[in-house]
């Protein structure tokens, strides 16, 4: 399976940036994709909002919720994912995790691919 790991979070004031990174070694060539998603403190890992995506496909995807100030990207060569985060504001503090994707049409086993978190880095957005 793939597994990946994230790194990057921290405290910034309002109007801020933070790049994260999301490490997940193979997944290219397993043929996974790779979204981002933030859990709120106090609620479960299962509720928390997807952010975007890097699809197995190259395309990406955003929430409407960050569209225009979050950019993802890929460094192929150490198959890690960047979240670029800009204009960041107090409800955009969250642990932020990154999860595989599996897609049928992208031909990658389910296995390596399915729903595989990592531990999340924790962002901080103060006013």
């Known amino acids: 399976q793939v597994q990946p790991v994230e790194s990057g979070g921290g405290s910034v004031q309002s109007g801020g940036s933070l790049r994260l990174s999301c490490s997940a070694p193979?997944?290219?060539?397993?043929?996974?994709?790779l979204d981002w998603y933030r859990q709120v403190e106090g609620t479960r890992r299962e509720r928390s909002a997807w952010v975007s995506s890097f699809n197995a496909d190259g395309t990406t995807t955003y929430a409407d919720s960050v569209k225009g100030r979050f950019t993802v990207s890929k460094e192929s060569a150490t198959d890690t994912v960047y979240l670029q985060m800009n204009n960041l504001m107090p409800n955009d503090t969250a642990k932020y995790l990154c999860?595989?994707?599996?897609?049928?049409?992208?031909?990658?086993?389910?296995?390596?691919?399915?729903?595989?978190w990592g531990q999340g880095t924790q962002v901080t957005v103060s006013s």
């Open positions: 193979g997944f290219t060539f397993k043929r996974c994709g």
């Open positions: 999860k595989t994707k599996w897609d049928l049409l992208a031909g990658g086993e389910y296995a390596d691919c399915f729903g595989h």
